[in-house]
Nanobody, 121 residues
Framework: QVQLQESGPGLVKPSQTLSLTCTVSGDSLITSDYYWNWIRQPPGKGLEWMGAITYSGSTYYSPSLKSRTSISRDTSKNQFTLQLSSVTPEDTAVYYC?????????????WGQGTQVTVSS
């Protein structure tokens, strides 16, 4: 059974970089054929796919966030990380990590429980 767990600060100041980590258990980031995704849900809005990283380290990003988003991985810890730069209060959301054999289409089989991030001074 694959399990995902998000971690990171719950409060980030405007203009700073948001950094979240997803720890994967029950599967390997480099031996599975999964895409490991980041998704967010701002208050009162729908889910938004942000980007993904593959078992080989290839990355895919939402065009609307590409200029501010970076996804990387630490295979020794079986973790992948989201960095979102130059945040504003509009980046306040619940952030989720998820895994499946595809990216972008938000119907992933494995999800973390989500973590609230608030952007405020």
């Amino acid at each position: 059974q694959v399990q995902l767990q998000e971690s990171g600060p719950g409060l980030v100041k405007p203009s700073q970089t948001l950094s979240l980590t997803c720890t994967v258990s029950g599967d390997s980031l480099i031996t599975s054929d999964y895409y490991w995704n980041w998704i967010r849900q701002p208050p009162g809005k729908g889910l938004e796919w942000m980007g993904a990283i593959t078992y080989s380290g290839s990355t895919y990003y939402s065009p609307s966030l590409k200029s501010r988003t970076s996804i990387s991985r630490d295979t020794s810890k079986n973790q992948f990380t989201l960095q979102l730069s130059s945040v504003t209060p509009e980046d306040t959301a619940v952030y989720y990590c998820a895994g499946d054999r595809h990216y972008a289409i938000i119907n992933f089989v494995y999800w973390g429980q989500g973590t609230q991030v608030t952007v405020s001074s």
